[in-house]
């Protein structure tokens, strides 16, 4: 490609990354009639999106698009506008109209119907090849330059010049799909805060011996309870999640457990963190002791541990409550003592937190560009006039399920729309 004069832009809109945000701001950007190039380090786009979901691609939850806002707390209320401008139905209609039929699984998941992340992909870069989007892999951005009235980016290859850029490099989880964090140095370099980064939806390593017995069983439905006890502090419950989860050889994933750690708290101190795991979420402690009362009465030869298995795996209740004596004992000889130490190993059982797998385990990054930073109603910087950021690099990170698909293929489509407009104004 020929040298351009410097006031002048081979591209309208130029996209730093090809992966679920950078491949929707590349579509709608191209429709919106924009001349698009996508940037992408990878041998091709969306490495991630083939990785998401057991490689089966969750792609959003079926839920409106107040469902979405809100499973993000405090920080979902910059997702309004770019839901309405891509909501929870557009993105079903969306690969449905590409031929990815999708189906709706008992936790409010959406996937496709064959199971496959690769027709998910396949779908997106057929869409922005139809629209005229132009990718060049294995390029991936080292500069961004000012110049005026459009960006110089330097690449691998070569240097563009574009007269809008949008930045979907993605954050700091799954590095082995070439997500280095790239985003926040750029970002940083045109003068945005980015907040402290660390990794979210991530497996727990946890110290107590007995979890490892436990490698590859499934709990359906169990609560955690995180707190902090700092030195000369008083303890602080900082919150709590429920859900399934998977013991592991060095700790637990699952739904449950990786949401745990979006909270907001210092998990590179994990010394000062307690955690508590309710194995009977859904029975307060009056109903639990009642339960057995009621279950002695019914059949009083019958033994603890026997009840117990029929709510929980055998090898669970053994290593829970420990003592044989109370395990085997009949119901109707279990004493008021031993049924409240019983049901205090059920409903509150400590677990020691060694720390987390870190971003080569992690879903998503938490932390990022400050939102207060970016126009939620556009996508466009407010620090920096014709850049516009989406996806991942931001400071905002959903909880398992869909959401973090969602707020992507949002605020992509968003970015786009607006970059596009704005290349193109006179």
Request: charged share 20%.
């Amino acid at each position: 490609m020929g040298t351009m004069a410097e006031s002048q832009a081979d591209w309208d809109v130029l996209v730093a990354g090809g992966g679920a945000a950078g491949l929707m701001a590349s579509i709608s950007a191209a429709e919106a009639g924009a001349r698009v190039l996508v940037l992408e380090k990878n041998p091709r786009p969306g490495v991630k999106i083939l990785m998401s979901g057991g490689s089966r691609c969750n792609i959003t939850h079926h839920c409106d698009n107040r469902g979405i806002v809100n499973a993000y707390g405090r920080k979902g209320k910059f997702l309004h506008s770019p839901l309405a401008s891509f909501s929870t139905r557009d993105t079903i209609e969306f690969f449905e109209a590409e031929g990815v039929a999708t189906k709706v699984e008992e936790t409010g998941k959406v996937f496709p119907v064959s199971n496959r992340a690769s027709d998910v992909l396949q779908a997106l870069i057929q869409r922005a090849e139809r629209a005229g989007v132009t990718f060049r892999c294995l390029e991936p951005v080292q500069q961004i330059q000012q110049a005026p009235n459009h960006f110089r980016v330097v690449s691998l290859n070569t240097t563009h010049h574009a007269s809008t850029i949008i930045l979907t490099t993605g954050g700091l989880s799954f590095p082995r799909c070439g997500t280095t964090g790239d985003g926040f140095n750029f970002a940083a370099q045109m003068g945005h805060t980015i907040v402290p980064t660390r990794p979210a939806l991530v497996p727990l390593a946890l110290s107590d011996p007995w979890v490892k017995e436990l490698a590859g069983i499934t709990i359906p439905d169990v609560c955690l309870t995180l707190s902090k006890r700092a030195p000369g502090a008083q303890e602080e419950r900082i919150g709590a999640t429920k859900g399934s989860m998977l013991f592991t050889h060095v700790g637990i994933t699952g739904p449950c457990p990786l949401n745990l750690t979006r909270l907001e708290t210092e998990w590179n101190q994990p010394e000062y963190l307690f955690l508590e795991a309710d194995f009977l979420p859904d029975r307060s402690p009056e109903r639990s002791n009642e339960w057995i009362i009621l279950s002695a009465k019914e059949n009083g030869k019958r033994s603890l541990a026997s009840l117990l298995s029929e709510l929980l795996p055998r090898r669970l209740v053994d290593f829970l409550i420990g003592q044989e004596a109370v395990l085997n004992s009949k119901l109707s000889e279990l004493s008021k003592a031993q049924r409240a130490m019983a049901l205090n190993a059920l409903k509150k059982k400590p677990l020691t937190i060694q720390g987390d797998l870190g971003y080569a385990k992690a879903e998503v990054t938490a932390g990022g560009v400050a939102l207060e930073e970016v126009d939620f109603k556009t996508m466009q910087s407010r620090i920096q006039p014709r850049l516009f950021l989406a996806g991942e690099v931001l400071d905002l990170d959903g909880p398992i399920g869909g959401f973090n698909f969602q707020a992507a293929w949002s605020t992509g489509w968003l970015a786009g729309t607006n970059a596009a407009r704005i290349a193109r104004s006179p």
